[in-house]
């Protein structure tokens, strides 16, 4: 059975983006962008939801090509690329870059891959998450909070129907206060 990891950046409050979709809050240092490249090239498939497929593929594509791009956002788009993806949407027709698209119960699917042979998998996307957490197929949590309060947005966490208890397995300070803490499920 594969493992099912849950990780983005998040606000102190709570949130992946801000109310307007805004991003900018999350000022990741190269300490902190070399963590989350070591953590994607462990990942055998990237799962998406329409909104974070499109904040990433309208970005990371190209992104090796750009003037003064770091080695560590070369590697970041060229593993992006190489990686296979799943998106999942009912609007979204044009995929690209090692991708398909499920348009079915997505609770069904990732059950469906998470029983299959390979690696870890990684779910993006706070709404495509939250139904993966609800059906109880979230193995690992990994959470980078930024010092930050943005007042709203889409929230990492979303209503459960019951707890879900977690163990510590780590915790890891980046410049500028971000604080990762990584959960396993019990």
Same mark, same amino acid.
């Given at each position: 059975?594969?493992?099912?990891?849950?990780?983005?950046? #998040?606000?102190?409050?709570?949130?992946?983006?801000?109310?307007?979709?805004?991003?900018?809050?999350?000022?990741?240092?190269?300490?902190?962008?070399?963590?989350?490249? *070591?953590?994607?090239?462990?990942? !055998?498939?990237?799962?998406?939801?329409?909104?974070?497929? !499109? /904040?990433?593929?309208?970005?990371? $594509? /190209?992104?090796?090509?750009?003037? @003064?791009?770091?080695?560590?956002?070369?590697?970041?788009? &060229?593993?992006?690329?190489? /990686?296979?993806?799943?998106?999942?949407?009912?609007?979204? +027709?044009?995929?690209?870059?090692?991708?398909?698209?499920? +348009?079915?119960?997505?609770?069904? !699917?990732?059950?469906?891959?998470?029983?299959?042979?390979? @690696? $870890?998998? &990684?779910?993006?996307? $706070?709404?495509?998450?939250?139904?993966?957490?609800?059906?109880?197929?979230?193995? !690992?949590? *990994?959470?980078? +909070?930024?010092?930050?309060?943005?007042?709203?947005?889409?929230?990492?966490?979303?209503?459960?129907?019951?707890? #879900?208890?977690?163990?510590?397995?780590?915790?890891? +300070?980046?410049?500028?206060?971000?604080?990762?803490?990584?959960?396993?499920?019990?």
């Amino acid at each position: 059975m594969r493992k099912l990891i849950y990780g983005m950046n #998040v606000s102190l409050d709570g949130y992946t983006t801000a109310p307007d979709g805004d991003l900018g809050w999350s000022e990741p240092s190269d300490e902190l962008f070399e963590f989350w490249l *070591e953590q994607e090239q462990g990942i !055998e498939l990237f799962l998406y939801g329409r909104g974070l497929w !499109e /904040t990433m593929s309208s970005h990371w $594509p /190209t992104a090796d090509r750009l003037p @003064g791009a770091t080695a560590a956002e070369i590697a970041f788009a &060229r593993n992006w690329r190489d /990686t296979p993806k799943v998106v999942f949407s009912s609007t979204t +027709t044009e995929v690209d870059w090692n991708t398909r698209v499920e +348009t079915g119960d997505a609770v069904a !699917e990732i059950t469906r891959l998470k029983a299959g042979e390979g @690696g $870890p998998m &990684r779910v993006g996307g $706070p709404t495509l998450a939250a139904a993966a957490v609800r059906a109880g197929l979230v193995d !690992e949590y *990994e959470i980078v +909070t930024h010092p930050v309060l943005v007042g709203g947005g889409a929230p990492f966490h979303a209503p459960l129907d019951g707890w #879900v208890k977690l163990d510590l397995v780590e915790t890891r +300070t980046f410049p500028g206060g971000v604080l990762l803490t990584r959960y396993r499920r019990r």
